[in-house]
């Protein structure tokens, strides 16, 4: 049980993930929150939209009803922070607490600004990550109104197929990731299973379109990443592309790739876990550093399903359809997102 049916009733989806996987990261971690630990260990938790299906059924409530039948849960249904909120009240997290509303890039952030806490000595634990309840129709019809959305209905389970040159548009997807991030030698010395270690965190603006990406921003979002860890780009080994399989995006995020890499982009594999998870919005960039954390971890690389037809320009190894085993010891991963805001992380293997 991650919440009794009194804290569930009154709260939105996008909360209850949000407390369901930092219970699940926390059991993982064997991390203790002592009373002495607790001030030391903070929250930061992305999310692009918050509560958006209880905002859409309290505005029927009060169209239909009236302003006295609003729930007094209202309010902290809606706002983004809540999530953070939630997760430092149930397990005691008394350290920074804040929370990412950056669009699809929001959990990369999160899990940035986290790591960044660590270095400075705000912190020595964190949970870190997103959440995103988005499944309802106002949304659907949202993303629709953009054209942003794929029309392959009567195959939904093909319809997400980043880089493919069929590919259409993205699959809205729902729920939440989190990390446990710690200060290395405190996690050391408890004897924690260490998956990997976050050596880089870059940012970006394209400065450019509301919705359509540049080439430059995610370019430099990445080199932001690799000076920030001091990692030379002859050492990432893998990349989970942000891939969301819309046709503007995968082409520019394989040219921005080859603009960072070089001839060597042709040697590094690259995958969209998207193709399998559909697009959590803010939650994306959490559940991709895990997935690109687990690749570091047990040697296997995720693959890109629905890859059928190749496109002219999208020419890199994405990993077609079958998961690769590959002994890799540096990953990057890409978050981009609406208003042109760029994430990339980096994590390295523990010897």
Same mark, same amino acid.
């Given at each position: ?68 039948r609003l729930s007094p849960f209202f309010i902290t249904n809606i706002i983004n922070n809540m999530a953070a909120g939630y997760v430092s009240i149930f397990f005691n997290a008394k350290g920074p607490n804040c929370c990412t509303t950056t669009a699809c890039a929001?959990?990369? +952030?999160?899990i940035g600004y986290a790591a960044m806490a660590i270095r400075n000595g705000e912190a020595e634990a964190m949970f870190a990550g997103g959440t995103e309840a988005p499944c ?16 392959? /209905? /009567? ?17 809205? !997807? ?16 408890? !004897? ?7 050596? !880089? ?7 450019? +379109? ?44 394989? /040219? ?82 609406? !208003? ?12």
């Amino acid at each position: 049980i991650y919440m009794n049916a009194k804290e569930a009733r009154k709260t939105d989806a996008f909360i209850q993930y949000a407390v369901a996987s930092a219970k699940l990261a926390l059991e993982d971690s064997g991390l203790e929150i002592t009373e002495e630990l607790s001030p030391l260990t903070g929250t930061i938790i992305g999310s692009g939209i918050g509560g958006m299906e209880t905002y859409v059924n309290t505005v029927l409530t009060m169209a239909e009803k009236g302003p006295g039948r609003l729930s007094p849960f209202f309010i902290t249904n809606i706002i983004n922070n809540m999530a953070a909120g939630y997760v430092s009240i149930f397990f005691n997290a008394k350290g920074p607490n804040c929370c990412t509303t950056t669009a699809c890039a929001a959990s990369a +952030h999160a899990i940035g600004y986290a790591a960044m806490a660590i270095r400075n000595g705000e912190a020595e634990a964190m949970f870190a990550g997103g959440t995103e309840a988005p499944c309802i129709p106002l949304t659907f019809a949202g993303f629709n109104a953009m054209r942003a959305l794929s029309t392959r /209905n /009567n195959e939904p389970e093909r319809a997400s197929r980043p880089f493919d040159k069929e590919r259409d548009g993205f699959i809205i !997807g729902e729920g939440s990731g989190m990390l446990i991030l710690e200060e290395m030698e405190r996690a050391k010395k408890r !004897g924690a299973r260490i998956y990997a270690e976050i050596v !880089g965190y870059g940012m970006s603006s394209d400065a450019s +379109h509301i919705t359509a990406p540049s080439l430059d921003g995610p370019e430099r979002c990445m080199l932001a990443a690799l000076r920030d860890g001091g990692v030379n780009p002859d050492e990432i080994e893998y990349i989970n592309a942000h891939g969301t399989s819309t046709p503007l995006n995968d082409s520019n995020e394989s /040219n921005a790739i080859k603009q960072v890499f070089g001839q060597r982009a042709y040697k590094i594999p690259v995958s969209s876990t998207k193709s399998m998870t559909g697009h959590l919005l803010g939650a994306a960039g959490a559940v991709e550093a895990a997935f690109t954390v687990l690749a570091l971890d047990q040697g296997i690389l995720p693959p890109t399903i629905n890859y059928e037809f190749p496109d002219p320009e999208c020419d890199l190894d994405y990993v077609p359809n079958e998961a690769r085993k590959a002994d890799i010891k540096t990953a990057l991963s890409n978050s981009f997102g609406f !208003g042109g805001t760029n994430a990339s992380l980096i994590f390295r293997k523990i010897d």
